[in-house]
């Protein structure tokens, strides 16, 4: 990527850092998600200083203000300001921290354009926030995250219909990558050999998830159902974009 494009000056926005890089003697380089611009590269000078005032803030899943500064030949921003607002880290337990992350790491492989980075920031903030008063079945929490995820990328998964005939489904229990959905009994038949059958507890789960926080405390997760769920999210993801995608996260949970 080296387009070149405008400068930019005294922009704020608030922003999620997603990965920390030492640079030089005191800086570091991190990769943000921001409000307004979506993903962007930013130099933070001195922060590694032994007096800096940002000691122990520039941290993965801080949400920071910056006043950004960009010269025309460059991709990469420099913060001219820093205000700290939070890290979600702070008083959350192991468990939440892996969700968050691994809706870091999921966020991190999107292409997300300017104009939709507003609405994908706020919907991580909701998530993070959700996840840190979660004490039971968190993992529930992400699935429904990656399900308006695909709403917003304009890649909805249906979880009501048949993909090939359209007919109403009472549970999910075929996948099939070729139909990017799930199928009915009669379809599914006709597509042997290249469904992946799932556990009605998923399917029950899956077809849930958008109500989930009413039945969280109820539903038993097994990890069975963790590994059947989370395979059929990369799939489904990497079918639509070409490329490989993964949770490596999800695997400490
Ligand atoms: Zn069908």
Not at 51 to 73: A, H, M, P, W
Not at 84 to 97: A, D, E, G, K, L
Request: charged share 15%; net charge positive; glycine share 4%.
């Amino acid at each position: 990527m080296t387009s070149i494009s405008k400068p930019i000056r005294n922009l704020t926005t608030v922003a999620i850092i997603l990965k920390k890089i030492p640079y030089k003697e005191t800086s570091v380089i991190v990769k943000v998600f921001s409000q307004i611009l979506g993903h962007i590269s930013v130099i933070i000078h001195g922060v590694r200083k032994e007096k800096s005032r940002l000691t122990g803030q520039i941290e993965i899943l801080s949400e920071v203000e910056l006043v950004l500064y960009k010269s025309s030949n460059s991709n990469l921003f420099t913060a001219q300001n820093i205000h700290f607002i939070r890290n979600y880290q702070v008083n959350s337990s192991y468990t939440q921290i892996i969700l968050m992350q691994a809706g870091v790491e999921l966020i991190l492989q999107l292409i997300i354009s300017e104009t939709e980075a507003s609405n994908f920031y706020d919907l991580l903030i909701k998530y993070f926030l959700y996840i840190a008063k979660t004490q039971k079945n968190g993992i529930a929490i992400f699935w429904r995250f990656v399900l308006r995820i695909f709403v917003f990328l304009g890649i909805e998964l249906n979880i009501q219909h048949c993909a090939n005939c359209n007919k109403p489904l009472e549970n999910l229990v075929n996948f099939a990558p070729l139909f990017h959905g799930f199928l009915c009994r009669q379809c599914s038949k006709k597509n042997v050999g290249r469904n992946i059958s799932i556990d009605s507890k998923s399917g029950f789960l899956i077809k849930n998830l958008y109500q989930i926080g009413n039945i969280l405390e109820d539903v038993e997760i097994t990890s069975n159902m963790i590994i059947d769920i989370n395979r059929i999210i990369l799939i489904y993801l990497t079918d639509h974009y070409h490329q490989k995608f993964h949770l490596n996260c999800l695997e400490m949970y």
